[in-house]
Nanobody, 117 residues
């Protein structure tokens, strides 16, 4: 079982930037696909971006060109660089392996991102 801790969220104005981190422990994630999810109030959790073990990246249309997912397998960490943030990006952000289906690792506490003027 892998434990996940997300950090880096905060309050930012529209157009601003944030970098989220997902620190994994308990096992190496180097061979895992890793994804960033978000859940806004009253909405379902959605997959925002994911990165394969080989570094191939995929993004949700609404964040293409603004978000960049990356990974550091030495430090067992996944990042999400977010630029040109919009109010609709406001959500709690989580990381996990999107290929596990119903057998995802336990969810971390997430990190709150609030985009507001």
């Amino acid at each position: 079982q892998v434990q996940l801790v997300e950090s880096g969220g905060g309050l930012v104005r529209p157009g601003g930037s944030l970098r989220l981190s997902c620190q994994a422990s308990g096992n190496s994630i180097s061979i895992s696909t890793m994804g960033w999810y978000r859940q806004a109030p009253g909405k379902q959790r959605e997959l925002v971006a994911h990165i394969s073990s080989s570094g191939r990246t995929t993004y949700r249309d609404s964040v293409k060109g603004r978000f960049t997912i990356s990974r550091d397998n030495v430090n067992n960490t996944v990042y999400l660089q977010m630029k040109r943030l919009k109010p609709e990006d406001t959500a709690v952000y989580y990381c996990n392996d999107p290929t596990l289906g119903g057998l995802t690792w336990d969810w971390g506490q997430g990190t709150q991102v609030t985009v507001s003027s």
